[in-house]
C-alpha cells in the first residue's frame, strides 16, 4: 500500500528544531524549508494541518533531511522539502518537489494533495 513522505529540508534534533525556530523569527524570507514554514507556528505543527492529517486515506509519514539521507542514500541529492508516494517495497516516487512546494500555502498543499489521494 502507498504511503505519502514528506521530507524536511532541516535535520533533526532538539538544537537544530532551535536554530530553526530562530531563522524562523529572525529571516523567515530565507528559511530554507517551505514545508516547514507552511505547516508549523513557532513551537508546535498547525492545527488545521493535524486534523488534515488524521483524515487522510493513507498513511503518512514524516522525515527530516539526515534521516532521510540515511534511510534513502540513492535520493540523498534531492532537492527537499519534497514530497513521495512511498510503496511497499520503499521505491519512492516523487509527488511534489521542492520547486512546486515553495510558492503554496498551507490551503493549497492540502488541496493538492487530496486531490492525489483520491486517485491513489
Not at 530553526?20 to 488545521?48: N, Q, V, W
Not at 493535524?50 to 486515506?57: R, S, W
Request: contains cysteine; hydrophobic residues 45%; negative net charge.
Amino acid at each position: 500500500m502507498k504511503k505519502l513522505l514528506f521530507v524536511y529540508n532541516a535535520d533533526a534534533g532538539l538544537a537544530n528544531a532551535l536554530l530553526d525556530t530562530a531563522h524562523k523569527i529572525f529571516s523567515p524570507r530565507t528559511y530554507a524549508c517551505s514545508l516547514c514554514g507552511i505547516t508549523y507556528s513557532l513551537t508546535s505543527m498547525r492545527a488545521e494541518w493535524k486534523e488534515f492529517l488524521q483524515a487522510l486515506p493513507v498513511e503518512a509519514r514524516f522525515l527530516h533531511r539526515d534521516e532521510f539521507q540515511q534511510q534513502f542514500p540513492a535520493h540523498s541529492k534531492q532537492e527537499l522539502p519534497a514530497v513521495f508516494w512511498e510503496n511497499g517495497s520503499h521505491e519512492l516516487i516523487p509527488l511534489l518537489t521542492a520547486t512546486e512546494m515553495a510558492p503554496l500555502s498551507l490551503p493549497e498543499l492540502m488541496q493538492r494533495l487530496q486531490q492525489a489521494t483520491q486517485t491513489a
